[in-house]
């Protein structure tokens, strides 16, 4: 199954199947048509901070990029960890995880936007603006359900 759905200026364009299981997801100037999984379109709306019962196909594999995303996946809701903290956690390089993050084929669900640069957001392809857009998203929504201490405070 695949569809879209409509983030600020971008569409999310979402291939899945009826496991729950998404192949890819990426972000595109023209809708797609099609069914969106409700997870996706509440989390995008700013109603939910959990995907589930989405899973990514790509966090399955037994690579360095398969422990780095499965790493990724466990940074909360509406927080972030850097390139660094995430190569000590698995065992190898930020510039490794820095691959993998610009490799991801399933931004959002694995949420390389949380992955960001000691000193700054870091990268974001196709835009940078849509890394700041998704932590502004969560930010939003953490301070809408009362959570303190949002660890993403970055222009």
Same mark, same amino acid.
């Given at each position: 199954?695949?569809?879209?759905? *409509?983030?600020?200026?971008?569409?999310?364009?979402? *291939?899945? +199947?009826?496991?729950?299981?998404?192949?890819?997801?990426?972000?595109? *100037?023209? !809708?797609?048509? =099609?069914?969106?999984?409700? !997870?996706?379109?509440?989390? $995008?709306? =700013?109603?939910?901070?959990?995907?589930?019962? $989405?899973?990514?196909?790509?966090?399955?594999? +037994?690579?360095?990029?398969?422990?780095?995303?499965?790493?990724?996946?466990?940074?909360?809701?509406?927080?972030?960890?850097?390139?660094?903290?995430?190569?000590?956690?698995?065992?190898?390089?930020?510039?490794?995880? =820095?691959?993998?993050?610009?490799?991801?084929?399933?931004?959002?669900?694995?949420?390389?936007?949380?992955?960001? !640069?000691?000193?700054?957001? =870091?990268?974001?392809?196709?835009?940078?603006?849509?890394?700041?857009?998704? $932590?502004?998203?969560?930010?939003?929504?953490?301070?809408?359900?009362?959570?303190?201490?949002? !660890?993403?405070?970055?222009?």
């Amino acid at each position: 199954m695949e569809g879209s759905a *409509r983030f600020g200026l971008w569409f999310v364009y979402i *291939r899945w +199947d009826s496991d729950n299981v998404v192949s890819r997801i990426r972000f595109v *100037r023209q !809708s797609v048509s =099609g069914p969106v999984p409700l !997870s996706l379109s509440q989390y $995008l709306a =700013g109603k939910t901070t959990t995907l589930s019962p $989405l899973s990514s196909l790509h966090e399955q594999d +037994d690579t360095v990029f398969g422990r780095i995303y499965r790493e990724v996946k466990t940074i909360p809701y509406g927080e972030t960890r850097t390139y660094k903290e995430i190569a000590e956690s698995v065992g190898t390089g930020a510039r490794v995880v =820095g691959m993998a993050m610009k490799r991801n084929l399933t931004p959002i669900l694995i949420p390389c936007h949380r992955v960001v !640069s000691t000193g700054g957001l =870091g990268g974001y392809t196709p835009d940078i603006s849509i890394k700041q857009d998704l $932590l502004n998203l969560e930010e939003r929504v953490r301070e809408r359900m009362g959570f303190n201490n949002s !660890s993403i405070h970055l222009s």
